[in-house]
Structures are given as structure tokens and as C-alpha cells.
DNA sequence: TTGTATGCGTTATCAA
DNA sequence: TTGATAACGCATACAA
């Protein structure tokens, strides 16, 4: 052990914490006095002030934002919840909201359901029990019990990538609706008239837009809906390579594919790649986020879509202005502009 | 609006807790008579005990893990700290941790350093303010700073995939050399030379320990370093997109590419199908991590490496048998084995 | 079996 | 300018 080892088994040991009456004690002051020389409160003479900050300074006193939280009954931090973390989507957006919430001070206590409603009410019992000052999720949405759930806590929330369309709560989504009809619309477009949909479940709200835009394109391009080419549930590239495998076994193969999102879509590229199947001649694919995964395939991805971590950096923005009262208490709903990016799957 | 809808505009409205005392006022008892009820100590007559639960329940009290924290100086939170949220990697880690936390009923609080020291510093001060139990982090290491602090501050934490080689800390890593090692040797063993590595930024462990496994294998093999095949401080597809592209500009072009991660393989198979370049005829690449992303692209990516989830499990399980004394405090060191997965890229 | 009183670390009120 | 005291919500030692 060299002489600049630092030892750091530590655990049970030196656990104890500096308090402020530590500090107030060494700096020979009162314990208020000491709490406001920290806070920058006025009332308190330089000289005293000086001797607080030098004394906390020494006792490496960092306060304790447990007991501020009890105190203020603020605990600056936002509980988000997800489906599922691993999944590049909620990845980004999860990025986002924590760049934004950094802004902010704000802390975020991170929790996945995996899609199960059981899961998600759990989550928000402990985000709630945690005392967060608000809550941003991507509702399971197999009941509206969630944001029931919610809405009765009294502790504001807002409704991530998806929502509910009787339901009168803040959210911030993409326009699936548009997203559906532009991806479906542009495979037309390229030639395609059996184009399937490797859509999400159908409780999810992203994923029912997503299918009207899909129908309401096919319509309007005098084409029907063939219910063999709609393939529900794929949310993980898995999924979507299940999905493409079960597609190409059978005597009804599309000649395009919509995915639920790039992420599925690379499960696609998985299959198209085992069963030799060439993109874009034998298959054309269209994927949703465009995330930078569509751009590694080969040939890159043709995707719809907007930034997941812009949605995540507005939701967060959104809940702090709601919980700063920077902003007027009244439903907002944002609805994100998607844009095709046409790449050489399509 | 239909008589089933719920009104969620809430933030300043409703947002006054039910407290314990409550609950013990509505059942007509004393605070702590409540509370036992509650937490099912002893002392506490049937009767009494269900007129409890049921005010608990009608008044739909949760009880504030902070006042309760307070009291313990035990918040159950875990403070979580890795390098970047939407690196695929990362995620991985984080996922497995937030599994395994939640089985303990702890909660995560999760911040992102983006590799800046600085940001490191600030996310260890907000997880300590935050009173956490214990840290998990993948420190950026540009210096040794933040374990330092982290020693000093008596809270237990762990390093996730990187480590400090003479510092007495915690750790799980991967054995990064031997899968340095071992990823060399195979394409070595397909007839390569030239063979480029996309290394990480040489503070970090991992890279470093990967590099030595490259060395070492190149050297045992008869042959010697060229300087210009080894770039380093890739951590993204965008930083394996740009280092690829250079490489295949210059006059001296590997025929095989050794990466840091399958995140930065992945841009250099966007760089590869840019360029027309074939793999794996013209180029083989082998990632690292063994991540899901290398079976969608074209040809499947060889990768080495364990499991990232894993990992993230492991040091959440360390972490958490050390805090509940079910384990010695004796300095522990993981390093988890790595294997090769052969596919078409190689 | 139940209730009273105290303390966890902070901040705010009010009096000195 | 400073300090004593109460309060946030909960749990517990102790008394009843």
C-alpha cells in the first residue's frame, strides 16, 4: 500500500453526519444564526457571517435536504416513471428530462414498470410516499386507474408520449396520428400496397393514433385494411423480430413494413438478415423516433418522428414552470410536430 | 365532457397530505397507537388496530418516507450515477440495477456526468445532500477526486466497470483485459494484422485495461503496435462514425477494427456502409458489451463482453448487502468474466 | 393496551 | 445582530 492509498472501506464506520448544529457549535454562534450565515439571509454581521461559512467549510458540512424538504414540505425532486429504461426511446427521453431537471436543481427518482400496471402503481406509491414535488410518466395505460390514482394524490403530474382522450390532464405527445399517416402515406407513395404495421398495443394511446394514421392513409390512397398485416403488441426489438419472422413465414407477406418504432425495427433487420430477405427490394421498412440507431443499419432506416429527448426536456420544463408557478394552472397539452426523414430503407 | 371524466388540473390545489396524526384523530386514538397499528408492532389491540387501518385507508394516507428517513437516518435511496443515460450500455446497467433496488424496496436516484468531472463532483454533493445510503457510480475518472470525496463523506458506494488500481474501493467490473485479449487474438486467428482499436479515453480503466489485453495479444502474436491504428476516446456511435471515417481516409487502413463498445461499432458500420466498404470482406469489426444492437446490423456484429444488466445487479446487490450488514465491510472486487459471441462481422 | 414526550436536521417567528 | 423556541411527520422510550 503506497503512501497515496486512500482506504475507502468504509459502510458502518464513519456514516455520521456533519449537522448544522455542528457547525454552529465549532463557529461558537447559535444554531439559527449559523443557518442563516449559510443561507445568504441577511441579518447576519460579516464578521459572523465569515466565521460560520469557514467552520462548515472545515467540518465538510453539506445540509441536509431531507430535513429542508420536511421543513418547506418541498422536496425538489420528480418522480419519473417509465416502461421500460433499457428501451432507446425512454433512454433519450429520460436523458432529457434529467438535463432539464438538472437545470432546475431538482433531483429524479427513476422507476421502470415494464408495461404492468401493477408495477406502475407501485411505482407511484413510492414516488408519492418519496414526496416528490411532481411526477412525469408514460402511463402503462391498460386502466386509467394510474392517473386516477394521481389526480386523487393532488400532486401534479404530467402524462409522457401518451395520453388519454377523456381524461383532462397535462400531457406532452407526438402527433402519432400524423406520424402513422405520413409513414404509411410515403411506402404508398414508393409503390407499396401491402404494407404491414408492427404496431404497440392497442391500449397505448401513441400506438391506436399510430393505426388510425395508418387506416385513414391506406383509405385515402383507395386501399384496404387487411387484418393479416397488422400485427399488434411489439414494443421491444424482439418483438419486432417475432413479429417479422411470424410475417415472412406466412403466405401473406407485405412488401413494406410500418414499425412501432426503431427499435422494433432493427428486430425487423434482424429477421430480414436471417431469412435473406434484402431491404429496400424485397422489403421496405419505415421505423418511428428517429433515433441514431436507424442510422447503422444497412441500408439506414427511413423513420418518422421526433425527439424523445426534446419531449422529455418540455415535459420536465413544463412540470417545474407548474411547480414554480411560473406558469397558470390550466390543462396544457402539446402535441410535437414529426417529421419523415427518408434513408435508403424505404 | 362526459360525467366519467377526471379532472387532473391540480399542482397548488389538493396538495396537502394526510398525515398520521390524522389518521389517529379520525380514529379516535393517540399518534403512536396509529403507528403501531400501522407498522404491525405488538401492543395494539385487534379492534383498535382495524378502526386504524380503516381511517388509514379511508383518508388514504401514505406515510412520508422523509419524516420517516429523518427519523431512521435511513432514506432507502440509492444514489445512482453513471456516465451518459442514453448510452445503450448505460442503460443496460441501470435497468439491472433499478431491478434488483426495487426488490429491496429502495428507490434510485439517477444522474448523468456526460464524462465531466465537474458534473461528477455536483452529482456526488446532490446525491449526499439527498442523504442516499449508498452510491453506485461509473466514475469519469479524470482524476480521483470523486472517490475521495465519496471516501471522506463515510457513504458506502461501489465503482461500476471501472476502478482505480491503487485505490482500496468496492467494485464490479468486467475483465476488460482478457476480453481486450481475447478480441485481438480472434482476428488475429482470422488472418488479420492491421487491426485498428476504437479504443475509450485511456483515464478510463476499462480502456486502458483493454488496450494492455490488445497489446498483449498483438505482441504474443509476433506483432507490433502501429501507432496510427490506435484512436482513442470514442464513447458513441457519433465518436466510432468520425474515428472509423479517418481511419479509411488515411493511407493506412486497418483491415480489421477493434471497438470500445458495440455502441461505437455501431458507427462504424455507418461509416463502413457510407463508404461501400464490406464487411466483413473488407473490414471485420468486433464490439464489446454484447449488446442486443450488434444482432441488427448487417452482417450481426462479433462482440465480447458479459453482461452489462448483470453487472448493474451485482453492484446493486453488493451495495445492498453491505448496507443491511449481511455482509463483512472487507473491500470487495468483482471482476465479471467476458466471452466471445462470434458472428458475421468477423 | 394506550398516551405523553422527545428527537431526527432544518428553517421561521419572535423576542432580546 | 443574535438566540431561544416551535414546527415539519414520524417513531420510540417511557410512563400511565
Redesign the pocket.
Same mark, same amino acid.
Given at each position: 500500500m503506497g503512501k497515496d492509498t486512500i482506504l475507502c472501506v468504509n459502510g458502518n464506520v464513519n456514516t455520521?453526519?456533519?449537522?448544522?448544529?455542528?457547525? *454552529?457549535e465549532a463557529a461558537?454562534?447559535?444554531?439559527?444564526?449559523?443557518?442563516? /450565515?449559510?443561507?445568504d439571509? @441577511?441579518?447576519?454581521?460579516? &464578521?459572523?457571517?465569515a466565521k460560520v461559512l469557514e467552520a462548515a467549510q472545515r467540518l465538510g &458540512?453539506? @445540509?441536509?435536504r431531507? *430535513?429542508? /424538504?420536511?421543513? &418547506?414540505?418541498k422536496t425538489k425532486t420528480l418522480g419519473v416513471i417509465v416502461g421500460d429504461i433499457a428501451n432507446p426511446y425512454f433512454s433519450m427521453l429520460v436523458r432529457g428530462v434529467e438535463q432539464t431537471v438538472r437545470e432546475f436543481d431538482y433531483s429524479v427518482i427513476l422507476q421502470g414498470t415494464d408495461e404492468d400496471d401493477r408495477r406502475e402503481k407501485e411505482a407511484i406509491e413510492v414516488a408519492l410516499a418519496e414526496q416528490v414535488d411532481g411526477i412525469l410518466i408514460t402511463p402503462t395505460q391498460r386502466s386509467a386507474e394510474a392517473v386516477q390514482i394521481l389526480s386523487e394524490s393532488g400532486t401534479p403530474f404530467i402524462l409522457m408520449s401518451r395520453h388519454f382522450r377523456d381524461l383532462e390532464t397535462h400531457y406532452v405527445i407526438m402527433d402519432d396520428q400524423r406520424g402513422g399517416y405520413v409513414a404509411t402515406e410515403h411506402l404508398i407513395q414508393r409503390g407499396h400496397e401491402r404494407i404491414a404495421i408492427l404496431n404497440g398495443p392497442p391500449h397505448i394511446s401513441s400506438a391506436a393514433e399510430r393505426y388510425a394514421g395508418y387506416v385513414e392513409a391506406l383509405r385515402a390512397n383507395g386501399l384496404e385494411v387487411d387484418e393479416r398485416l397488422v400485427i399488434e403488441g411489439c414494443l421491444t426489438m424482439e418483438d419486432g423480430y417475432h413479429a417479422a419472422l411470424r410475417l415472412f413465414e406466412g403466405s401473406h407477406r407485405p412488401t413494406a413494413i410500418f414499425a412501432f418504432s426503431d427499435f422494433v425495427a432493427l428486430g425487423v433487420f434482424r429477421a430480414a438478415n436471417e431469412l435473406g430477405i434484402t431491404i429496400p427490394d424485397d422489403l421496405a421498412v419505415v421505423g418511428f423516433d428517429n433515433t441514431i440507431f436507424g442510422l447503422c443499419t444497412r441500408p439506414p432506416l427511413t423513420s418518422v418522428g421526433g425527439s424523445p429527448e426534446e419531449l422529455g426536456k418540455m415535459a420536465a420544463q413544463l412540470l417545474l414552470e407548474l411547480l414554480t408557478g411560473k406558469r397558470p394552472n390550466a390543462v396544457t397539452r402539446i402535441k410535437l410536430p414529426v417529421y419523415l426523414v427518408q434513408r435508403g430503407s424505404s
Open positions: 455520521k453526519r456533519v449537522t448544522l448544529r455542528e457547525v *454552529a461558537g454562534v447559535s444554531i439559527n444564526t449559523a443557518s442563516r /450565515a449559510l443561507n439571509k @441577511p441579518a447576519v454581521s460579516p &464578521y459572523t457571517k &458540512y453539506r @445540509p441536509n431531507l *430535513a429542508r /424538504a420536511l421543513r &418547506y414540505n
